[in-house]
């Protein structure tokens, strides 16, 4: 369903201090597009400043040396009390905002829009343009580009494709479609980098995250005559390894790649308390159960935070699975 972008390109040519936002632990789609906007934006003659309300994951940094665009919006006082309005791109729920939720539901006047492709979705109030048949919010940022007619430079192309790439796997997941390439193709024209990009996200990691790999691997279980697989890491794991909270993120990768597996599960004890769960899956639409726990996302890829200690969690979460999927 093509968005009608009309809205959007009215509302920032209204809005000259706008401040991009996207979900606390940042991802490179998020990250990709709102770098990518603040190129285009301050191209246009425009102060667009971008912020993310939890820490930059250091497997990202290299996107921003030396953190002159990424601002933290953790302490925000009267930081951005300049900004005449507010993007949010890559989420469209409160509870994916941490901090800038509140300081959104605390100041309801600014003028608001949130770009996304998530399935679930909370009313932050202001304009909504949601495409949940697009891959990546790269895409939706390149549609924005198109619609104000903006060329993404070298580096906005270089970011978008970030984007479009991760959120697809690297082109492996079936929200890859011919159109994904197309995209790919068009922004390695227009300068992307996909070898050096590869390098810098996936082949520059510290020693601790690859030994975290490991404990995750050895803790592999199945559940469900193997059509259910898990791994779990907790606190000390970090302390033992030397790894961060932020070295997790590709784990999901190994439950999912068990022969004969059709949902993969990743539960991760969280520092400030709770348990953060990833979900993955062939068929069974996992939102609905990530929603079950209060969390969401895409059909075939979704997460949930929950207030519990992870074996309780893991427990509770891998029975709602095993229901789900064999209709129990
Ligand atoms: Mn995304």
């Known amino acids: 369903m093509p968005v009608d972008w009309s809205p959007l390109v009215e509302f920032l040519r209204n809005h000259d201090r706008p401040l991009l936002m996207t979900h606390i632990r940042p991802d490179a789609d998020g990250l990709g597009s709102q770098l990518a906007l603040h190129d285009a934006l301050t191209s246009l003659g425009k102060h667009p400043r971008v ?53 959104l539901k605390a100041n309801p006047d600014i003028p608001r829009a949130v770009v996304d492709h998530h399935r679930t979705q909370d009313d932050l109030g202001g304009l909504r343009f949601v495409d ?5 919010t790269g895409r939706l940022t390149h549609e924005i580009m198109r619609a104000l007619g ?22 492996r997941h079936p929200n890859t479609s011919p159109a994904t390439f197309a995209l790919a193709g068009e922004l390695e024209a227009a300068g992307a980098n996909p070898t050096e990009l590869y390098e810098q996200l996936y082949e520059a990691a510290p020693l601790a995250r690859l030994k975290l790999t490991g404990v995750a691997i050895e ?28 070295d997790t993120e590709d784990l999901i990768t190994f439950p999912r790649s068990v022969e004969g597996v059709e949902v993969a599960l990743v539960f991760i004890e969280q520092p400030g308390g709770g348990t953060k769960i990833s979900f993955r899956s062939r068929a069974l639409d996992v939102s ?6 209060g969390g969401g996302g895409h059909k075939l890829a979704s997460g949930a935070r929950v207030a519990g200690n992870l074996p309780e969690v893991r427990d509770e979460v891998l029975a709602a699975a095993i229901a789900a999927l064999t209709g129990g």
């Open 132 to 136: 949940i048949s697009a891959e990546s």
């Open 219 to 246: 803790r592999l279980q199945l559940r469900a005559g193997g059509r259910v697989a898990y791994t779990e890491i907790y606190l000390k794991d970090y302390a033992a390894t030397g790894a961060v909270p932020g």
């Open 150 to 171: 903006v060329s993404p430079s070298p580096k906005a192309a270089n970011l978008l494709f970030m984007a479009v790439a991760t959120d697809t796997g690297w082109f």
């Open 51 to 103: 912020a993310i309300a939890s820490k930059l994951p250091p497997r990202y940094e290299f996107l921003d040396p030396g953190r002159r665009v990424i601002e933290d919006f953790r302490m925000p006082g009267t930081a951005f009390k300049d900004r005449d309005s507010v993007v949010v791109l890559d989420t469209g729920t409160w509870n994916q905002l941490g901090d800038f939720g509140d300081h």
């Open 288 to 293: 609905q159960l990530a929603e079950r726990f």
